[in-house]
């Protein structure tokens, strides 16, 4: 028999980690059940059907909450809070046991028209975040529609050897269910970085690859591979030459983090002592734990957005004040930096706007929404500072686009002082108070900003889109998303020395943070601060502690004047060369 040829499939790598294993194929689907009719006089009993289907779903989901907050702590077990709110939505279930008896058909293809309808809306709109979740609606959906035929969903066929999991989408039940020790890795076709699967896998700890084609249609189950959650691979019927390649990447790996983890509370200064913060963007409470891990000096952007929508409806003021509170003393003495809710208009608990905005991110979203709404401004503000008595606040005001923002925001804030302090509620006087700056009109008024501010953090992800005018996940233009853009150069420049001739630091929250290429120019034009995601952290500081301050300085000096982005790149990658080219090689 001739041997198997060697087959790579590309996509994105969303959780790190090689891991060498046999494939496991799993072709899971929403199709459409059987359709019958129902006599009227049976409308009873198969509504009572629909019942029962339901009733074993929220058992099976409780279950698995329960097994996934044993493995991985309680704010991943809240994951599946919102699977069972679908369950107990009145308003969907309303209408599938009126399909029930307007069509008079059987239930399970009743609910799966009403959900489909559900899910077609969800798609429509323009959010990711809002679409990624249309994910866990399936998720729920299938498993409903198992039930109704008397299976369980667990009985899909998971083997018994150890395995890489391969399967045309996962949704976080699915994923919930993997156990570390036995599924090494998984590769799909469908998903995002932000969805609750890649979540969860992180927190797993196995490595994982989405946006692969045609993976399941053309890869055998029992087929050896190799998963590469770095670069983004699934490598079937790997050479030898090739398996060798990978057994050597994951010694050195493995050797590289100790090396990394042998400077995790060292300082992070250049060669010629600047000394450069380095903090961790951190979206759920469940990373908290990687902070000291990772050697932060505490966080640098903390994202209130899923904490504050998971549940459909605002949190109140004191939870709000418990969890900040959590994660404040979680990375006590070194300040924690808050962004007040950055929502836009099309992803709002239970007030849907009267129409679709033509473009959400031009439209009625960030410090915007905050000051419409002063009633969600005011409890989020209240329930910060409240958790300023047990550590280093910092409040950060989003997507600002000049003075008057400012202040009238910070008039709400003194509001929100002198609420507490008329009812003896105690809080710090000692709270740092910032704008990102992620659209051009706020980086131009920099000097006015920083004015009225202690400290600014670059937005870069939205600068950059915001000033050339592309969007990033566009395939048409993404070619034209450009970090390096001379325009975007001296934005941050005007923002730093703006920031520095009022006496305040300035700091990069965005994915420019963490590009050891671009690093360079960013250390050079005087940047204060810099946060990033954990995983990154070791490689940036490694990187910052290479670099030589004064050569970046001129760099940058000359990068600014340069009209071209690929002349900057060429400059920037020459010095990350000589300063660190093991960690770029």
Known sequence: MPEAREMIYEGEAVSQGIAFGLVHVVARGFAAPEVYPVP?????????????????????????????????????????????????????????????????????FCFYAVMQTFLEAMRRVSDPYLRERATDVEDVAQRVLHNFAGSTFEEADEPDHRHILVAYDLTPSDTASLEPGHTLGFATERGSTVSHTAILARSLGIPAVIGLKNA????????????????????????????????RLSD???????????????????????????SANIEFEHELAQVPQSGAKGIGLFRTEFFMLEGGEFPDEARQAGLYRRVVEAVAPHQAIIRTLDVGGDKLPGEPLPEPEPNPFLGWRGIRYSLDRRDVFKDQLRALLRASAYGKVGIMFPLVSGLREIIEALDVLDQCREDLADKGIPFS?????????????????????????????????DLIQYTVAVDRVNPRVSQLYKPAHPAVMRLIKNTIDSGKANGIWTGICGEMASDLILLPVL?????????????????????????NYEECRKLAEEAVGLPESRLIMQSCRRLAMKAYPELLL
């Open 252 to 278: 050195e790996k493995s050797r590289f983090r100790t090396a990394l983890d042998s400077i995790r509370e060292s300082d992070t200064k250049t060669t010629d002592g600047r000394e450069i913060t380095l």
């Open 40 to 108: 009227e006089g049976q409308v009873p009993a198969e509504r009572e059907r629909f019942r029962r289907a339901l009733d074993k779903t929220k058992e099976q989901l409780s279950a698995l909450r329960n097994q996934i907050e044993s493995i991985s702590g309680e704010a991943e077990g809240r994951i599946f809070e919102s699977h069972l709110m679908v369950l107990q939505d009145q308003a969907l279930l309303n209408r599938v046991y009126d399909a029930i008896a307007s069509r008079q058909q059987n239930a399970e």
């Open 216 to 247: 399941v249609l053309n890869i055998r189950t029992l087929s050896p591979c190799i998963i590469d959650g770095y670069e983004g691979k699934l490598i079937v019927n790997p050479s030898p030459a090739t398996r060798s390649h990978y057994e």
């Open 429 to 461: 006087d000692n709270v740092e108070v910032g704008a990102m700056i992620e659209v051009p009109s706020a980086a131009i008024m920099a000097a006015e900003i920083s004015s009225r501010v202690d400290f600014m953090s670059i937005g870069t992800n």
């Open 523 to 547: 250390i050079g034009l005087g940047i204060d601060e810099l946060s990033v995601s954990t995983p990154r952290l070791p490689l940036v500081k490694s990187a910052i502690r290479a670099l």
